[in-house]
């Protein structure tokens, strides 16, 4: 009886390597020759992911019932990345990232666009985006801050071909 029992409390966990991914369930290969294709994929809430084949997925199977298992688990040492200890990061397999690390939080988008939108299903300006430094203040690099510029815009008049002469200095933008 014990050993039947062992045997069965083996059949509850398994580690493999991802064969098809699909959005709700994976087929994966286990020990060397158990393919299994009824495993539902479990992800942690507000968190979504697409692994790639030949990921590990870390598999449990409720009963020890080999029909039907959870990913619980899936990861991938590919795309693995290195971290400094207590650092977190969210990475795909093109080398795009956002790290919270020791330094400060770092998005690299991998030479692709970082876009911020309303809602991820609709490609729309953003209403407000608050930052508490001037984000694109190059002066460090010979030029002027964003708000100088937008100062000399401001200020600017210039000859007009009509009888006037000059331009007025342009109406003042509400902050």
Same mark, same amino acid.
């Given at each position: 009886?014990?050993?039947?029992?062992?045997?069965?409390?083996?059949?509850?966990?398994?580690? =493999?390597?991802? $064969?098809? /991914? &699909?959005?709700?369930?994976? #087929?994966?290969?286990?020990?060397?020759? %158990?393919?299994?294709?009824?495993?539902?994929?479990?992800?942690?809430?507000?968190?979504?992911?697409?692994?790639?084949?030949?990921?590990?997925?870390?598999?449990?199977?409720?009963?020890?019932?080999?029909?039907? =298992?959870?990913? $619980?688990? /899936? &990861?991938?040492?590919?795309? #693995?990345?290195?971290?400094?200890?207590? %650092?977190?990061?969210?990475?795909?397999?093109?080398?795009?990232?956002?790290?919270?690390?020791?330094?400060?939080?770092?998005?690299?988008?991998?030479?692709?666009?970082?876009?911020?939108?309303?809602?991820?299903?609709?490609?729309?300006?953003?209403?407000?985006?608050?930052?508490?430094?001037?984000?694109?203040?190059?002066?460090?690099?010979?030029?002027?801050?964003?708000?100088?510029?937008?100062?000399?815009?401001?200020?600017?008049?210039?000859?007009?071909?009509?009888?006037?002469?000059?331009?007025?200095?342009?109406?003042?933008?509400?902050?």
């Amino acid at each position: 009886m014990s050993a039947q029992i062992w045997r069965r409390m083996q059949l509850l966990f398994a580690h =493999g390597v991802g $064969l098809l /991914i &699909g959005n709700e369930k994976i #087929q994966a290969r286990v020990l060397s020759d %158990e393919t299994l294709g009824n495993l539902a994929r479990v992800e942690p809430y507000g968190f979504s992911y697409r692994p790639k084949p030949g990921c590990q997925p870390y598999l449990v199977f409720p009963g020890g019932d080999r029909s039907y =298992g959870l990913a $619980l688990v /899936i &990861g991938d040492k590919r795309y #693995q990345m290195e971290l400094e200890e207590g %650092e977190v990061a969210l990475h795909d397999d093109q080398g795009q990232s956002v790290r919270l690390g020791r330094s400060g939080i770092v998005i690299d988008g991998a030479g692709k666009p970082v876009t911020i939108t309303n809602t991820p299903e609709v490609l729309a300006d953003t209403p407000l985006f608050k930052c508490s430094g001037d984000i694109l203040d190059n002066a460090g690099q010979g030029g002027q801050t964003m708000s100088a510029m937008r100062e000399l815009y401001d200020r600017h008049t210039h000859q007009e071909n009509d009888v006037r002469g000059q331009t007025a200095v342009p109406t003042q933008r509400t902050k």
